[in-house]
């Protein structure tokens, strides 16, 4: 299934190794995008021989879609601009995604009741909202690449600086430093991880979240995510970066935390200087990177199969859903999600339902990983769900 494509050859954009591995039919696979908008197939997807990151192709082509999605980008859009409701492990509750993480990091890091927070990539401000409810004392500021969310980010109590532009034009120090779901989409997230490290007090923690490849094969389908890490590359690329690990978790389903601070460094000593970004044995390769994308090309032919038998929705409209609706063009009859903000909206042209106005002549596809797919369909069982509920085969059980 592997071969190299009639492109140009590609570089890795994290450790610059030359002769990525490309994987032949990611191509033809549809795509969407990480606002959730359906986007065509024709991406370049490979692995790096030297440091294990599986990429896209960093190239003129990939550089001209980035230009197209975000000239548009409209974060969190289906929600009017609100966080993703997650469901809690602890409590089986539904909590803000950031809400969460920001606990959890809290509960981890101690931090002291004054301090000052920085979010790279606030977006429309899920973690500052949480942030001015959690750390009342923190004074808090949020960075974007332009100024359209200027007014909504200052609007948020607490908060006392927005940044616009190249971090390099920042002139500041933070006790702590965010940056939720951002690192997947920066070609270069070393130097770009270098950047936000100048910004850290002494003593200053970086806090970094991405989603996990391991854990959520559906990220492939992504197309502005231009990394799609595991623990071993992510961990490998903050230290690339003259970073020190303190803390590695998984404190949100699907998705890896890492916590990294500026090396202690005596007096008398010389600088440090970045680890080689390298993994002798990468968890995720070339071959299961393969298997990645043949069970997503099989999940669209299950699901037209599926509506072919009759009525047809799918749970949630995150980007899973997303996908798949648009792979299987107009035979999704509808969405359901659990969170009462989307519950009665349309999403893509189709009705969003509450679970309990699922009709009991309908399907319910899970397009999740195997794992969590398999915790939702015992959960509806045990509501006693009147309506049937497929849910995808396991990939691997070394994988998923």
């Known amino acids: 299934m592997t071969t190299m494509t009639t492109d140009s050859p590609l570089c890795c954009h994290v450790c610059a190794a030359a002769g990525i591995a490309e994987v032949d039919g ?7 995008t990480s606002d959730c908008r359906p986007w065509p197939s024709g991406g370049r997807l490979g692995v790096c021989p030297a440091c294990g990151t599986v990429q896209a192709g960093v190239d003129a082509a990939w550089r001209a879609e980035m230009g197209e999605i975000y000239g548009s980008y409209a974060m969190f859009h289906q929600r009017g601009g609100a966080d993703h409701a997650i469901r809690d492990s602890q409590d089986n509750t539904l909590r803000s995604r950031s809400g969460t993480l920001l606990q959890r990091f809290i509960a981890w890091a101690q931090p002291p009741d004054q301090g000052r927070l920085l979010d790279i990539g606030c977006g429309t401000g899920p973690l500052l909202q949480s942030a001015a409810h959690l750390c ?38 933070f006790d702590v430093v965010s940056m939720v779901h951002v690192l997947e989409h920066v070609a270069n997230p070393a130097g770009f991880l270098r950047q936000a490290a100048r910004l850290l007090a002494p003593g200053g923690r970086l806090l970094v979240q991405v989603p996990s490849l391991t854990e959520n094969p559906f990220d492939l389908t992504i197309a502005d995510h231009c990394s799609h890490f595991t623990a071993d590359t992510l961990t490998g690329v903050v230290r690339s970066a003259g970073l020190k690990i303190l803390h590695v978790d998984r404190w949100i389903p699907k998705e890896l935390s890492v916590v990294a601070g500026l090396p202690e460094r005596k007096a008398g000593d010389p600088p440090a200087t970045p680890e080689t970004c390298s993994v002798a044995e990468p968890t995720v390769d070339l071959a299961t990177v393969e298997r990645m994308v043949v ?34 063009e107009d035979r999704v009859s509808f969405f359901v999600d659990e969170d009462p903000v989307m ?4 999403f893509l042209g189709r009705p969003v339902l509450a679970m309990e106005r699922v009709p009991s002549s309908a399907t319910l596809f899970c397009p999740m990983p195997s794992a969590q797919a398999h915790a939702i369909r015992e959960r509806l069982v045990r509501m006693k769900a009147a309506f049937r509920i497929e849910i995808p085969p396991p990939l691997s059980r070394s994988v998923l």
């Open 136 to 173: 009342p004392g923190w004074s808090l500021a949020g960075a974007e690449q332009d100024d359209r969310v200027r007014d909504r980010i200052l609007g948020i109590p607490g908060v006392a600086l927005f940044h616009a532009g190249p971090l390099s034009a920042l002139d500041a120090k």
């Open 26 to 32: 990611f191509a033809s696979l549809a795509r969407t």
């Open 343 to 346: 519950q009665g909206v349309r």
């Open 295 to 328: 069970w997503l090309h099989a999940m669209g032919e299950t699901v037209e199969q599926l509506a072919a038998a009759g009525p047809l929705g799918l749970l949630g409209t995150s980007v899973a859903a997303t996908w798949l609706a648009s792979q299987t």
